[in-house]
DNA sequence: TAGGATTTGTGCGTATGTATT
DNA sequence: TAATACATACGCACAAATCCT
């Protein structure tokens, strides 16, 4: 019983549709968006749409101005570079909070993530490459089983996903470099997951955090 | 032009004294809330009340079930712990990230804090020790700058703040020790901010969380 | 300055889901 | 099992705010 027909699940999928789009560029930030075009797209009305729209403002992927429009939001880089601190050091409590030693299934699919970072290297692709990013970010945070330290990384991340997309994407060299040096990390994650090292990898991902808010600031100056 | 006239002003009215209900008890976990009473009381319709219950329902404070109602929640041992876990964390990192030197005004404000502990301790009252409570940890979140620090510290307190207070209520003779603990508490914590050290401020918040919830645990068994 | 176009915010009636008799 | 009561979810029309001409 997937409830994909109920108010939850009509709920959710817009809700996780909307937030992709967002993260992706589709809906780069300062877009307006159109209520009513979204809600003829989904097939209903305003109103829920607008409760989905109002959970994305609560995240600070959104804001609604009565009488302007519904603008896809900005990251200033002040409130950008708190958010990067604190990342990196909710990066780190994810392998001491409430530990999950990685099983079978979670090694395969980081097996999966390499293999495909690999490919990346071969043929650099920007949406490619925020896709795998995603991916890898929703792996590490199975290695810790505290939900509420989840719930926050998984919220700080979708928030400034976009603004690390949209700065690899502005130049295509950076681009190659980029996925490149992600390409290390991830192979030094599994690694460390491989032996159950559990605080190791999540250093590195710390360090890969760290160094990717320090290569685009550069970028961007 | 504090816009309390607006369409935001009216929500921020209605959700900051709703989250105060819940968390003062005055809507207990359990309570099942009545829409239609609410945005009689507050004199709108239904529709803006449920934007804020939405937000509410988004900080984990209610949940509501088509057909059933609003409930306001319980919290689970389990996550109670993950929360507590987390929220000693937080609290070291608010002396460490973004640290701003107290200014002679939160000074005196800290000072009126440490009166009202004097005049608790002299005549216990639950409510009071629960409001007292929150201004604390409102003062504290002035240490740091990092807004989204500030901000998911804030939700994880008003998550669990409700449920620390019900194990303190419940018995009347732990209210008496729980308020001359937090006493000296306070006073350590203040002079530790007198003299301009931030980091043993938020060593000693750190430790009062820790213990805060140690007790609490002591009480349920 | 005024007014119309457009957008979000609000009010209310109805549909749908749940629990109880 | 069916009917009834009552709650949230939804759709739609209108009010209010903003922007541009």
């Not at 009513?36 to 403002?57: D, K, Y």
């Not at 009488?67 to 900005?74: E, H, K, Y």
């Not at 400034?160 to 470099?177: A, C, F, G, M, P």
Request: glycine share 6%; aromatic share 6%.
């Amino acid at each position: 019983m997937p409830e994909e027909d109920s108010a939850r699940g009509r709920f959710g999928k817009m809700y996780h549709e909307i937030r992709m789009r967002i993260c992706l560029l589709d809906y780069p930030p300062g877009t307006r968006l159109s209520e009513e075009a979204m809600a003829r797209e989904f097939g209903v009305s305003r109103t829920p749409l607008r409760r989905v729209l109002g959970r994305l403002e609560a995240e600070g992927l959104l804001q609604s101005v009565h009488g302007v429009g519904t603008l896809v939001t900005d990251v200033e880089i002040e409130e950008l570079i708190q958010v990067y601190r604190l990342r990196t050091e909710l990066a780190e409590l994810a392998g001491l909070l409430d530990p999950v030693p990685p099983d079978a299934k979670l090694i395969a699919s980081l097996d999966g993530l390499v293999a495909r970072a690999k490919a990346l290297v071969a043929r650099p692709d920007p949406r490619g490459f925020a896709q795998l990013n995603i991916d890898f970010f929703e792996a590490h945070m199975a290695l810790t089983a505290n939900e509420p330290l989840r719930e926050i990384s998984r919220r700080l991340y979708y928030q400034t996903h976009r603004i690390w997309l949209k700065s690899v994407t502005s130049r295509r060299i950076d681009l190659v470099e980029e996925v490149q040096v992600f390409d290390r990390e991830v192979e030094d994650y599994v690694r460390a997951l491989r032996i159950g090292d559990l605080e190791a990898a999540a250093h590195v991902h710390r360090a890969h955090i760290s160094m990717s808010f320090t290569r685009m600031r550069k970028n961007a100056a």
